[in-house]
């Protein structure tokens, strides 16, 4: 099965005008125009409009793969993802990818291993760029938090319930037909305990 990087669920055509600041946050005059990148002309800040770091972790266990189903209130709401979310600023994927299993599943991970990484054009105001590991499960009690209202093992070779993320399914079907292990990672932070 081939990779697959790239998924977008819109007809991307630059950044719309109503995602840009019109002024200035920080002296509050007019900004200036621009395609990647607007700066305002009075004090040099620059509007930058990045996609929003993310981290998924596909965790297998026994021929299963661990899914939540997300919250009311999340991004594609009823439907079904990898664990993950957004890196903070002063954190490092490993890291992040750590945190995010534990507040989502109440599971400690170890990161065994680099398999991919994706653009998601999701809407208009939320492009992601997502690192995905493998990771196997290390300890804790499985229990849905943060965005997910419920957590369930399905059988890696399907069926795959409805998916909120089209990468999500790619990433499952393309780690069942190839068992592709990844890259390695750094140990130093791949089982880090936070």
Do not use: H, K, N
């Given at each position: 099965m081939q990779p697959e990087q790239v998924f977008s669920s819109y007809p991307v055509r630059g950044v719309s005008?109503?995602?840009?600041?019109?002024?200035?946050?920080?002296?509050?005059?007019?900004?200036?125009?621009?395609?990647?990148?607007?700066?305002?002309?009075?004090?040099?800040f620059t509007d930058y409009k990045n996609p929003l770091p993310g981290v998924v972790?596909?965790?297998?266990?026994?021929?299963?793969?661990l899914l939540g189903r997300r919250g009311p209130r999340s991004f594609e709401p009823g439907r079904w993802c990898l664990p993950g979310g957004f890196i903070e600023y002063a954190e490092?994927?490993?890291?992040?990818?750590?945190?995010?299993?534990?507040?989502?599943?109440?599971?400690?991970v170890e990161?065994?291993?680099l398999l991919s990484v994706v653009s998601n054009f999701l809407a208009e105001e939320l492009h992601t760029l997502v690192v995905v590991l493998l990771g196997r499960v290390?300890?804790?009690?499985?229990?849905?938090?943060?965005?997910?209202e419920?957590?369930?093992?399905?059988?890696?070779e399907g069926p795959l319930p409805p998916m909120a993320f089209q990468a999500d399914r790619h990433i499952i079907e393309r780690y069942r037909a190839t068992r592709l292990a990844g890259a390695p990672?750094?140990?130093?932070?791949?089982?880090?305990?936070?």
């Open positions: 005008e109503r995602l840009w600041f019109g002024y200035c946050p920080r002296c509050g005059r007019p900004l200036g125009s621009g395609a990647g990148a607007r700066r305002c002309p009075g004090c040099g972790v596909l965790i297998e266990e026994q021929g299963r793969v490092d994927f490993l890291t992040a990818a750590v945190r995010e299993v534990r507040e989502e599943t109440g599971l400690q990161i065994l291993s290390a300890g804790g009690q499985a229990r849905a938090g943060d965005d997910l419920e957590l369930r093992w399905f059988p890696l990672v750094d140990p130093r932070y791949a089982g880090r305990r936070m």
